[in-house]
């Protein structure tokens, strides 16, 4: 395995394993186990006709299986599961400038963990990234006519749980100043205009951070939720950045210090906030730098 190739292939092996995962750590050990995995093919004397084919089964192989161990990890999870930040930057590893769609949003990324994880493989080497049925079969080890039963299998538990979302930049970007200033200014008719009746408050605190366990639901009990936030957030001085997260505008908290204590993106349907997600968990905020002690800062410890 070249330096070239290891450089070309990072992107698309990450790529997979992220959305397999949704998770930055678990996706980057993924694809360095399968690159050692490669490579010792490559000394024994395997033959690697198509370095994109291989780098693909490997990666998905691995990443079915650390799915299946993170699925039971997760049955006992503390309150909601959220998925990783994946946040934009100019000094982030150009192997997460992921090409970002639909496939890497936060509602989406929770939207997959209805799928066990051979179908999340299928579904998403179809669906995200073209494979043909007889490439699919090859790398789940199925054949052509499983997989293609599996594919319409997990496409319709996705579409039975997917909301229609605007994936506008621009117009995400606009409400989400626009949300933030009016939590911050406490304008309540300017929140109720800017929120969905049957809006969505979900936050991952892992149990290492305060959070809520259930989700909030509705326009006004999220509106007073998000204000009691702000307020909050004013009276530690934690300072909140527009960022692009999982492809999309979303707001990064930092403390007066400048640690990372939450990411928060968010869902745009209609012109209107349909759900917020927010990630506050410092395990799954470690790989964006130095994490702030959230329970400590709210004299909880």
Sequence with gaps: MTVLQHDELRPLMFSIAYRMLGSVVEAEDVVQDAFLRMHKSQLEGTAIDSPDAFATTVTTRLAIDALRSARVRREQYVGPWLPEPLVASDDADPARQVETDESVSTAFLVLLERLSPVERAVFLLREVFGYGYDEIAAVVEKSEANCR??????????????????????????????????????????????????????????????????????????????????KQATRLNMRTELVEANGLPAWRVVSAEGAVLAVMTIEIGDGRIRALHNQLNPDKLGHLGTTGDLNALLGRT
């Design 149 to 230: 039963q599996i594919m319409a299998r997990a496409k319709r538990a996705i579409d039975a749980g997917r909301a229609r979302f605007d994936a506008d930049r621009e117009r995400h970007a606009e409400l989400s100043q626009r949300f933030l200033a009016a939590a911050h200014d406490g304008n309540i008719e300017a929140l109720k205009r800017l929120l969905a009746d049957d809006v969505v408050f979900v936050a991952d605190g892992g149990g290492r951070a305060p959070a809520i366990q259930k989700p909030i639901s509705g326009a006004v009990q999220v509106m007073r939720f998000v204000m009691g936030l702000a």
